[in-house]
């Protein structure tokens, strides 16, 4: 983790975790809005001051959860297609990582995976659309997510080689997965499956997106 996402690293004691645990729940429950730094002290059963010792203000802490988000998501990329020499079956696992789908074999006591994935996709994109965006991504915050969106890319090009634009579909696919799972769920006419519980239907319409995108460029 980029030591300049905190002031002091939170894994290294007890409080820290606990910082970081009972952040993800009340961002997850109140809205990156209406959480505060006020509030998770009363939640942690510490001082306002002591939270501030660990992390600059709240974005800074938004900032870093989405960030360890991105690292462990690329870690799960890794491990799911380390044993895949087809680049299409590796696409499709992407699809499935990005969507849930993909089992998670590793349990972590003071992140909950599954409720950080529904704040990366309800809260995430608040982390670099802010003024000060161009400071933090010279401080090399957004990294992770840049080197996931490279590792896809690279996948792409394995089942296109050449193909034009691996690195903005890479960003296209993670950005519509999230959106279109945010879609479905709170906004469901701007999709055509709101009223599907089942996330595997957007499974199928990212790989007719990537596959069409793709393939439409092989064809030429």
């Known amino acids: 983790m980029n030591h300049k996402?905190?002031?002091?690293?939170?894994?290294?004691?007890?409080?820290?975790?606990?910082?970081?645990?009972?952040?993800?729940?009340?961002?997850?429950?109140?809205g990156f809005e209406d959480f505060t730094f006020k509030k998770l002290a009363v939640r942690v059963g510490t001082t306002e001051a002591s939270i501030y010792r660990y992390f600059e203000n709240?974005?800074?802490?938004?900032?870093?959860?989405?960030?360890?988000?991105?690292?462990?998501?690329?870690?799960?990329l890794v491990f799911s297609t380390n044993?895949?020499?087809?680049?299409?079956?590796?696409?499709?696992?992407?699809?499935?990582?990005?969507?849930?789908q993909?089992?998670?074999?590793?349990?972590l006591e003071h992140i909950n995976k599954n409720v950080l994935q529904k704040i990366i996709i309800s809260e995430g994109d608040k982390s670099y659309l802010t003024k000060h965006v161009t400071e933090d991504n010279k401080a090399m915050l957004f990294k992770p997510y840049k080197d996931l969106?490279?590792?896809?890319?690279?996948?792409?090009?394995?089942?296109?080689?050449?193909?034009?634009?691996?690195?903005?579909?890479?960003?296209?696919?993670?950005?519509?997965a999230h959106r279109q799972i945010y879609f479905k769920d709170h906004l469901p006419r701007l999709t055509d499956f709101g009223n599907v519980k089942d996330t595997n239907i957007v499974v199928h319409y990212l790989s007719h997106m990537i596959y069409s995108m793709l393939d439409a460029v092989k064809k030429k």
């Open 102 to 107: 993909e089992k998670d074999e590793f349990a």
């Open 149 to 176: 969106c490279h590792r896809i890319a690279e996948i792409f090009l394995e089942y296109k080689p050449g193909y034009p634009y691996p690195h903005s579909l890479a960003s296209t696919l993670i950005e519509t």
């Open 83 to 100: 044993n895949i020499s087809n680049s299409k079956q590796k696409i499709d696992a992407v699809i499935k990582l990005l969507t849930s």
């Open 58 to 76: 709240k974005h800074r802490l938004l900032t870093y959860i989405t960030t360890w988000f991105w690292t462990w998501l690329e870690y799960q």
């Open 5 to 30: 996402l905190y002031l002091r690293d939170p894994e290294t004691s007890e409080l820290g975790k606990g910082i970081i645990r009972h952040g993800i729940e009340m961002i997850y429950e109140l």
